[in-house]
């Protein structure tokens, strides 16, 4: 429980200096669309277009590794998706839930993680697990939510076909647009320049620390009594620390028949807490912000336990 306690350590003081920050005044009211808008327009995409751009593909290539992680994140999320529109959820909402159920935090806690749990070895099947997450579960939402949208506004009714006008969105969208690019570099067999190399990883290292602060900015703000809607949250909350995980097991185990090690680190990457990729998104698009800040804070915290219990038993 020690080492899960430190990994999450600075992400809870991240996210407590931007509550801080926000509650004596020293950044208003603005600062954390401001801020959010950085890491949407600016920070992440650099950090995909990296992320893609330097991804050894016949060193990741693992096919069932890929289909267990990959099938238990989609799986989840897809289920999240149907509760909520059964629930009469717009399929934008929807889409938003569906992450926080389904978005594990490999980037930022699944590589510390992995290495004390692991050694070195696990740490190419943790590098396919946060770019099938920030790459593959994160453009599947973002075209979802842009669906939603469009329908919610009518985008047919100007005469322009729904499937059109969210294809115009996605392709100007720099969070599908960056790891597209990216992804040209090695297909294309070239290498980035050391001076683009370093503005990407000085840009693209900011996301995670601004989502967080981010967040924290957003947590110190007031809230409506009720809208974190508290059984909600309990239920993505659960999906996500017990039902993907749990999926990834059933899958990585009988399905797949995975070695050891690899099936260990998928089990513990879809155990991980909701990252905050669906906070920018709820942020960003103004969908279920204090659902999702609710459900970050509150998987982070029981992760503690919950992961430590996992590693516990290997």
Not at 52 to 62: E, G, L, N, V
Not at 99 to 121: I, K, Q, R, S
Not at 130 to 154: D, H, K, M, P, S
Request: aromatic share 8%.
């Amino acid at each position: 429980m020690l080492s899960t306690l430190l990994v999450v350590l600075p992400i809870f003081a991240l996210i407590f200096s931007g509550w801080l920050a926000r509650r004596i005044g020293v950044l208003g009211a603005a600062a954390t669309t401001e801020l959010n808008r950085f890491v949407v327009f600016l920070a992440l995409p650099a950090l995909l277009f990296d992320v893609t751009a330097h991804a050894h593909w016949s060193a990741i290539w693992k096919p069932g590794f890929i289909a267990t992680f990959g099938l238990s994140s989609l799986a989840v999320f897809a289920l999240t998706v149907l509760i909520r529109r059964g629930q009469g959820h717009p399929l934008s909402d929807a889409a938003v839930d569906g992450l926080n159920a389904g978005y594990p935090n490999a980037g930022f806690m699944g590589f510390p993680l992995a290495l004390v749990a692991f050694g070195p070895e696990a740490l190419a099947p943790t590098t396919v697990a946060a770019i099938l997450t920030v790459c593959g579960v994160f453009a599947v939402a973002i075209v979802l939510i842009e669906t939603g949208l469009r329908r919610e506004t009518g985008a047919g009714g100007s005469g322009v076909p729904v499937w059109r006008a969210v294809g115009r969105s996605l392709i100007r969208n720099p969070l599908l647009v960056a790891p597209a690019l990216g992804a040209l570099i090695p297909i294309a067999g070239l290498t980035l320049p050391a001076a683009a190399e370093t503005f990407l990883k000085l840009l693209g290292g900011a996301a995670s620390p601004c989502a967080l602060v981010a967040l924290g900015l957003f947590l110190a703000q007031k809230r409506r009594p009720g809208s974190a809607q508290p059984r909600a949250a309990a239920l993505l909350v659960g999906l996500k620390l017990v039902g993907q995980p749990a999926l990834a097991y059933g899958l990585g185990r009988y399905v797949f028949d995975l070695p050891p090690l690899l099936l260990h680190v998928a089990v513990l990457m879809a155990a991980l807490p909701t990252g905050t990729g669906p906070f920018m998104l709820a942020e960003f698009y103004r969908r279920e912000a204090d659902l999702t800040a609710t459900v970050v804070l509150v998987s982070t915290i029981l992760s503690i336990v919950t992961v430590s219990g996992y590693l516990a038993t290997i």
